[in-house]
């Protein structure tokens, strides 16, 4: 989520440090286990019990991570620490929640991440806190590159950063991140998973033509009016829904927009996410603009917030859910309406 936090951290931290804090609770001292729950589920088959097993690979691995670096696993990870909430979603979905050790403030999904250790706010680890639960492997985020990376590698950490601009990229870091804490079939079925849902969707949308593509705004604060442009996973989610984001030829990333402009482009939908609990405040804030009521979406009713912003602002699994409600935002003749 680098292109929304790094170029709007105030926003980002006072609002989001609004959230109650986490209970702690001290790193556990007996070693994790590497079987998925759903292994030892009495409901499973012999066969699932069989797909969920994994193929024990040797170690050292040597994985490349979203900087290009490569990245020298010695052995099993069995103490991670994630310093991104994405990443914390990626790593239980990959049963791996014995082996997580710590996290950020803002890890709160699914819920068992709120009973894991806080190391982190967004960008500034506590180090002595970290160091203190002896991880051997870290999952950190493109805005730890220039100040957190260095510092970790000093101490000899061993550091996996992710960074998506892309639906793929995302698949990509969780098989990635499969092969190395061992669990490369899980990851694969995840994978698989995600993409069914992805071709869903994708087998709707597209043979739209132009037209039918409509034209999308994508919101997560109001004043002033902050969007994305092109190289954003988020434009590549409203392309895949069957809509054309109106900023995705002006620039990369995020930024800030006038109003003006906004009008000018004059969007047949406009999407809310907000970012933490700022929701209702943003969706208000937008619904509320009287100057925007001459653009389509607001004239015919068309402005959304979503569920649960997580959905959309984080690049894990639940991307794909957040996928399904554009698809529904945008095209409810093909996907039905939000309920």
Known sequence: M??????IAAIAVFFLSCAAPAQQIAPSSQPPSTTPPEAVQPEKTAQQSAQDAEVAIAFPIVVTDDLGRKVTVKSLPHRI?????SNTEILFALGLDDSIVGVTDYCDYPEAAKRKSRVAGYSSPDLERLISLEPDFIVGESIHEKTVLPALERLGMTVFITEAFTIDNILNDITVLGKATGKSQRASQLVATMNSQIDNITSKTMNLDAKQRLRVLYVNWHDPIWTIGTNTYINDV??????????ASDFEKSRAVSLESVIIKNPQVILVSGMGTTGDTVYNGIKDEVRLYSVDAAKNNRIYKFSDANLIERPGPRIVDGLTEVAKMIHPELFGELK
């Open 81 to 85: 620490i994630s310093l991104a909430p």
């Open 238 to 247: 409203i392309s895949k829904a069957g809509g054309t984001n109106i900023y």
């Open 2 to 7: 680098k292109f929304f936090l790094t170029t």
